[in-house]
T-cell receptor, first 114, second 112 residues
Framework: AQSVAQPEDQVNVAEGNPLTVKCTYS??????LFWYVQYPNRGLQFLLK??????LVKGSYGFEAEFNKSQTSFHLKKPSALVSDSALYFC????????????FGTGTRLTVIP | NAGVTQTPKFRVLKTGQSMTLLCAQD?????MYWYRQDPGMGLRLIHY???????AKGEVPDGYNVSRLKKQNFLLGLESAAPSQTSVYFC???????????FGPGTRLTVL
């Protein structure tokens, strides 16, 4: 069975500072990892994914994530936070079964303080 | 190209009432999913479909039924709504062989 943990319910960061949103996972076999963002009253938007290849993955809106196999982590990062980055962020792992669905973490609310 | 759309956006039901949520996608995707989002629990899979005419149960299917009569539409039904079904419901779709899921804007359902 798979699991995804986002240990922080809330992350606050000052505008212009680097941000990190943490995610650890547990899967059988090679992981397919994703980050999605949800703005208020909106659906989830895809940010980036790791399937294979370079451990540093670049995505939308200046976000990137680092895959660390030994620590089973896939932390989301951005060098300089914007107020508009304030949103709910979900880490997910693809379930390699008939559904091929995503198994989500519980989400981390990021607040960027002006 | 509207992507994934959901109707209605909001709905309030009384316990025991029934309703159907509609999801439509115009990307010709084979896979479609219904998730529910509850505070502190992330998104959980209710039902899914791997193609027209096929449906299967996900993680939390009890109290829900689905139908996929047309490839572009995936309907989620509540036959007898319960307060425990108060949630935000998201539909998503994916192409065969693809990894990214595309999500609709969600339906906020309240059952009194």
């Amino acid at each position: 069975a798979q699991s995804v943990a986002q240990p922080e319910d809330q992350v606050n960061v000052a505008e212009g500072n680097p941000l990190t949103v943490k995610c650890t996972y547990s899967v059988s076999g090679n992981p397919y990892l994703f980050w999605y963002v949800q703005y208020p009253n909106r659906g989830l938007q895809f940010l980036l994914k790791y399937i294979t290849g370079d451990n540093l993955v670049k995505g939308s809106y200046g976000f990137e994530a680092e895959f660390n196999k030994s620590q089973t982590s896939f932390h989301l990062k951005k060098p300089s936070a914007l107020v508009s980055d304030s949103a709910l962020y979900f880490c997910a792992v693809r379930v390699l079964s008939g559904a091929n669905n995503l198994f989500f973490g519980t989400g981390t609310r990021l607040t960027v303080i002006p | 190209n509207a992507g994934v759309t959901q109707t209605p956006k909001f709905r309030v039901l009384k316990t025991g009432q029934s309703m159907t949520l509609l999801c439509a996608q115009d990307m010709n995707h084979e896979y479609m999913y219904w998730y529910r989002q509850d505070p502190g629990m992330g998104l959980r899979l209710i039902h899914y479909s791997v193609g027209e005419g096929t449906t299967a149960k996900g993680e939390v299917p009890d109290g829900y039924n689905v139908s996929r009569l047309k490839k572009q539409n995936f309907l989620l039904g509540l036959e007898s709504a319960a307060p425990s079904q108060t949630s935000v419901y998201f539909c998503a779709s994916k192409m065969t062989g693809g990894n990214e899921q595309f999500f609709g804007p969600g339906t906020r359902l309240t059952v009194l």
